[in-house]
């Protein structure tokens, strides 16, 4: 998912590393550089099925490992509401898996306890029901020669079936 507003990229596709660099051009396909609702383990999320739901919402569901993965997202003016629901496979259904919403901000926001502040000012405020964030360093490969900083805010539940809602919300900065 990729998500820009009003001029600012919030969310930003990581874009795929150097061929050069074996290591980074794994994590660059991978599930965790993306804003995805991750299976941790799981290295493949199989055939993604996309329904329109109404102008401003999608659903997309799919099988990663064998489990069952779906993700509603709701756009407003300035907002993204996503809510992923998942269970664990039916053939093993005490074991409880963790998985992970990962937010893939664009490079430029710097991440705090509740979100983020874009170079401009803009704030992106992240409120997930699975608790708190968890911020992490990456690589954004956008331009494949010249790598920048970015950073992966995310958030994670843990059982075997499992519910989280995150609400991203952009404040434009305050006139200069």
């Given amino acids: 998912m990729t998500w820009f507003l009003s001029g600012v990229p919030v969310l930003s596709d990581r874009g795929r590393a150097a061929k050069t660099d074996s290591v980074a051009l794994a994590w660059s396909r991978s599930m965790p550089a993306h804003s995805t609702f991750e299976p941790v383990g799981q290295i493949r999320s199989g055939h993604t099925r996309m329904s329109l739901l109404g102008p401003t919402r999608y659903r997309f569901t799919d099988r990663p490992g064998g489990s069952t993965r779906g993700r509603d997202i709701t ?8 809510t992923d629901t998942a269970a664990v496979p039916t053939t093993d259904p005490l074991t409880p898996w963790t998985w992970v919403q990962h937010w893939q901000l664009a490079p430029g926001w710097v991440p705090d306890e509740t979100g983020a502040t874009y170079t401009d000012g803009t704030r992106l405020d992240i409120v997930c029901s699975a608790g708190a964030l968890t911020s992490t360093a990456v690589t954004s490969y956008i331009n494949e020669s010249t790598p920048e900083a970015a ?6 539940a843990t059982g075997t079936s499992v519910s989280v809602t995150t609400t991203l919300t952009v404040t434009p900065p305050p006139p200069v």
Avoid at 151 to 156: A, K, L
């Fill in 151 to 156: 950073w992966d805010v995310s958030c994670s």
């Fill in 75 to 82: 756009f407003n003016a300035r907002t993204i509401s996503v």
